[in-house]
DNA sequence: ACCGCTTTTTGAACGTGTTCAAAAAGACGG
DNA sequence: CCGTCTTTTTGAACACGTTCAAAAAGCGGT
């Protein structure tokens, strides 16, 4: 690692570190530039603007969520406990940066960016999301199946998203109401689909599965 | 009216006719004024700031869905029916501001807006907007009863925002494919409902029922 | 040590959204 | 018509994100 990757992420630390303490608008790419101890315009030579700097927040995030997970996930749970584990890991690891979701959740939403997991291009992004998920499906008992079992963490992803967006605009106090949320919901999926395995409901599950088998074709936008 | 009112109305309409036909970024307050007949700084008079005019056009746009809906809504139709008239009339409304969607969305987020169906004080936004799929239930045949017809409009309105969602990061000419999404989602829906009523699902709608009504309960943030 | 070339760094400049003190216009009673 | 108070309008100013030409630093070959 030379003096380049160096200045790089002296920048990343002071961003990241303001964007916890002043939160983004406080944040200005001066005093960004200032803590790292070099100049305004220098920033921009590693880093295309300052919404860089919170995709880059967002993949450190992102990868401290699958480290997380892979510390506590148990094999042989229900599936519900894994879901539950896998959610309240995110939340955990968000959490510092609350104040800051918005922002975040604003620069998920911009599709040209490459850590977008609704970007098209980028499948990349997006697998890693739902690569949690299925170490959630997989790595609980019972076992699930069938073609539901294969699009499960697709489905499951959603309901990340979901939670994610109800966090994002949580205002009570360390956001225990999207944690009462996981503990309700991750029974309430895990219900749905041993439901779903009932003779009753194979025309809707038969149904569901051809809709994310459209929805996820080649060229699809993100949401399956 | 007076002529303040005018001069009120001129900014709106300068605004939103850029918006259109610009996008956002490349429509200034500067050009806006110009546009309107007035100083860059009598702008600020009428409006807090540039995400004023857009919470406007979100007002606009939201009251311009009801309208159509009203127009367009058969009662006695089946719930899937009235689901994807509701659901497709709001992508009609939102068409010509699609390069637009992701600022629309953005401006929704922020919970501190008084127009955000996310604002926990603001309940009238949300209620109108639930309002809508409270008429596409009310509407249908055969009726919904029990606590699931009740809080039926809110769940409906979950899937009218995920099908937004969907819509803003559509990259497809037309949005055709989000156009699919309706007409495929809005019969799995209907034939979620008809499931909700054998006996075997009824302790997953019982807890359903239970979740939503905790997390709709007085206080809360948005998501049910 | 010098040259030529690339990589890195700088600081001034631009256009933006926004703020604000002051000017202008209006409203109203005497 | 004047004086006073409020409402409206202005244009300059500010801080910000971003751009860019030019300077500085690094680097390999001779």
Redesign the pocket.
Known sequence: M???EE?REKLVVAALASFRERGY?A????LIAAEAG?????A???F????ALVQELYVRIQAEHRAAVAGRLRSGASLAHNLATVLHTGLDVMAPYHSFGTTLLQSALRTTSPVSPFAPDSQAAREAAIWLMREAVDRSRPRIGGRLGEQLPRLLWLAYLGVTLHWVIDGSPGQQRTRELVDRVSPLLGKAIRLAGTPVAKPFVTDLTALVDAMTAPGRAGTP
Chains 1, 2 share one sequence.
């Open positions: 030379g003096k380049t200045t608008d944040t200005t790419m001066r070099v100049s305004q315009g220098n921009y030579y590693y295309e603007g300052k919404e």
